[in-house]
């Protein structure tokens, strides 16, 4: 792989949803002190990078993806002072800052759009999308119509996401170079990258029908990131391509736009949609993730290896076992996507396999999805049908406070929390996880520590040996004469006989050091050197 890229195949990031953390005030909302007091735990894990959600000033329509002031920070979260600290905590630590950046829309209180607001002719005026009647009949992806009359200005102004949320003229150069400074700003301070929220929509295809992927999309990927050849900015685009060549035309070294970007097609395994439920079989999930490594690895592209995030319901709810078979499931899944190549994102209680919660009432939610979603869904579902569906798909199952230990509060705060906690927060948290023999965490931990021992597992190329339609996946990693075998049976136990696969083995979720036999129970995993 080229060289501009090579270092991010040893890389682990782990999301922070800031607000969940850690709670460092008993405020119960989650802070930048927080994190940092949980930095040698993430040290200890095996990251060597953390992704921080946004958090800068905003009213939190829709939690802190909606900026009012770019170079501050929330209130609850602390201040400037607080992230200087944790910037030089993290390095200390030789770890990384990766920040959210939101570059499509502001809050509607941000200066910039009241500003705007105020007539048709003010230096701000032309920073948003500004229309007498809306010119089409786009959607915000929260629901509803996407352009909202503004009875100061008597227009229409677009905004993609919650009404707070309105979407930046791109267009307009001023609001480049603003944005461009913000990048600047934050790169002076210490951010080694950046998280881009909703890259591909910053240029609409307008007034068409597409309010993404414009004419202008990558000429504005450069303007962010192609400016200074002595930056080495690690860049992941939240980017709904979908095919090869649009990877390409975003990640090719040579186009100085991103490093890599999120690939999405394997979180619609287990889902009929985001609310509803399709049990999902781990042959559907490798199969597409073998794909798109395979088109990656042949393209000389970094892949994003990732299962979670703060948009969607836990994986393992709609791949793998949440009875029973809870650690099993989560830590072959683990193998699977963690041996792969590329650069690797674990997202916060992912570590320790977990699962959605539970909840009889609507006020039990805070998302501004989930709610709107809800509302929708009342006009054609019962009350606890349009409940479940919350309970499945709501963002809030990945939002809630992480879970540290079994006490009143989680090990999250001394106050009330912001959010009800996971409702089986009292068993499932880390320290309970941490006790057990069947630990997700230390699997987790090994898996981790494997990957920075191993350059197979990292720079390695990789080739795929079992075949479609397998009822388990095996993988091959090679990096000289280093040869790794990932051997990973899917739901249901029976006989895997593969050559090489026998002896001495480097990772096992069945608590084996050797393996001989070729019979595996549901779920088992074993890596080994060939
Ligand atoms: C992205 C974020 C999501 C947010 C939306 C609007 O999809 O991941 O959390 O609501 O953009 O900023
Ligand atoms: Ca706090």
Not at 75 to 96: Q, W
Not at 118 to 146: E, H, I, L, Q, V
Not at 442 to 469: C, E, M, N, V, W
Request: aromatic share 12%.
């Amino acid at each position: 792989m080229t060289e501009k890229y090579r270092d991010f195949l040893g890389w682990t990031i782990y999301q922070i949803y800031p607000r969940s953390f850690q709670d460092s005030n008993g405020d119960g909302i989650g802070d930048l002190r927080g994190v940092i007091s949980r930095l040698d735990y993430l040290k200890d894990l095996g990251i060597n990078a953390v992704w921080l959600c946004p958090c800068y000033k905003s009213p939190n329509e829709d939690n802190g993806y909606d900026i009012a002031d770019y170079r501050d920070i929330m209130d609850e979260f602390g201040t400037m002072a607080d992230m200087k600290a944790l910037i030089s905590e993290l390095h200390r630590r030789d770890m990384k800052l990766i920040l959210d950046l939101v570059p499509n829309h502001t809050s509607t209180q941000h200066r910039w759009f009241r500003e705007s607001r105020k007539s048709r002719d003010n230096p701000y005026s032309d920073y948003y999308y500004w229309f007498d009647c809306p010119p089409n009949d786009w959607k915000s992806c929260f629901g509803g119509s996407a352009w909202q009359f503004d009875p100061a200005r008597q227009q229409y102004y677009l905004h993609s996401y919650a009404v707070g949320q309105a979407d930046l003229n791109w267009e307009n150069p001023t609001v480049v170079r603003e944005m461009q400074e913000v990048v600047d700003f934050w790169v002076d301070l210490g951010a080694d990258g950046f998280r881009i929220d909703v890259i591909d929509q910053i240029s609409k295809d307008f007034p068409g029908d597409r309010n993404c992927f414009g004419p202008r999309l990558h000429e504005y990927i450069r303007d962010l990131f192609d400016r200074d050849s002595t930056r080495k900015l690690f860049t992941v685009g939240e980017c709904w391509a979908g095919d090869i060549a649009e990877v390409r035309r975003h990640c090719a070294p040579e186009r100085g736009e991103l490093s890599t970007l999120f690939q999405f097609d394997h979180l619609n395994v287990g889902r009929e949609d985001k609310f509803t439920h399709r049990p999902g079989p781990m042959a559907e999930l490798w199969d597409i993730l073998r794909n798109w490594e395979e088109k990656m690895q042949e393209n000389d592209l970094l892949y994003s290896l990732f299962t979670d995030n703060h948009d969607n319901c836990w994986l393992l709810e709609r791949v793998g076992d949440t009875g029973p078979l809870r650690y099993a499931s989560a830590t072959a899944i683990a193998a699977m996507v963690y041996l792969m190549r590329g650069v690797c994102f674990l997202y916060q209680g992912q570590e320790i396999g977990m699962v959605n919660p539970h909840y009889d009432s609507i006020d039990d939610f805070n998302d501004v999805e989930s709610k709107n979603q809800y509302t929708e869904l009342l006009e054609e579902y019962s009350r606890e049908e349009a409940l479940e569906k919350i309970n499945f798909g709501s963002r809030d199952n990945n939002r809630r406070p992480m879970c540290w230990d079994g006490s009143a509060q989680g090990g999250f705060t001394t106050g009330k929390p912001w959010i009800p906690l996971h409702s089986a927060h009292a068993t499932l948290n880390l320290q309970a996880d941490q006790a057990s023999k069947q630990s997700v965490w230390r699997f987790y931990r090994d898996l981790l520590h494997l990957r920075k021992t191993h350059p197979a597992l990292t720079t390695g190329s990789f080739r795929a040996i079992s075949q479609p339609g397998d009822s388990y996946c095996a993988y091959e990693r090679r990096e000289g004469a280093e040869r790794l075998l990932l051997v990973c049976n899917f739901e249901k136990a029976g006989t895997i006989d593969l050559p090489g696969a026998s002896g001495a083995v480097l990772l096992s979720n069945y608590g084996h050091a050797e393996k001989t036999d070729t019979h595996y129970e549901p779920y088992e995993m074993a890596l080994f050197a060939l």
